[in-house]
Nanobody, 120 residues
Framework: QVHLVESGGGLVQSGGSLRLSCVISGGVFGIYAAGWFRQAPGKQRELVGGITSDGSTNYVDSVKGRFTISRDNAKNTVYLQMNDLKPEDTAVYYC??????????????WGQGTQVTVSA
């Protein structure tokens, strides 16, 4: 059973940057694929992107070229670097982990998330 703690959110202006962190414990971190998800008010939680155990990444089209996912296995931490933020990126951001990165409804347990608010 994994334990997830997200941090790094905040309020930024459009065009700004934030770096989110997610500490994952409760298993062998190095074998996990990890995903970042977000949920905007009134919307369903959606996948933003993911990183495999060997460091390969993929992203949804809306964040490609702006967001970068990385991992530090020594720190059991996954990062989401967000650049050129837009108001539509405003959401609560979550991470999760498993043998693969799946859709949000495939995960049973979630952390508390971290709020990202982008002002116009």
């Amino acid at each position: 059973q994994v334990h997830l703690v997200e941090s790094g959110g905040g309020l930024v202006q459009s065009g700004g940057s934030l770096r989110l962190s997610c500490v994952i414990s409760g298993g062998v971190f190095g074998i996990y694929a990890a995903g970042w998800f977000r949920q905007a008010p009134g919307k369903q939680r959606e996948l933003v992107g993911g990183i495999t155990s060997d460091g390969s990444t993929n992203y949804v089209d809306s964040v490609k070229g702006r967001f970068t996912i990385s991992r530090d296995n020594a720190k059991n931490t996954v990062y989401l670097q967000m650049n050129d933020l837009k108001p539509e990126d405003t959401a609560v951001y979550y991470c999760n982990a498993g043998l693969t990165v799946g859709s949000p409804d495939e995960y049973v347990q979630w952390g508390q998330g971290t709020q990202v608010t982008v002002s116009a």
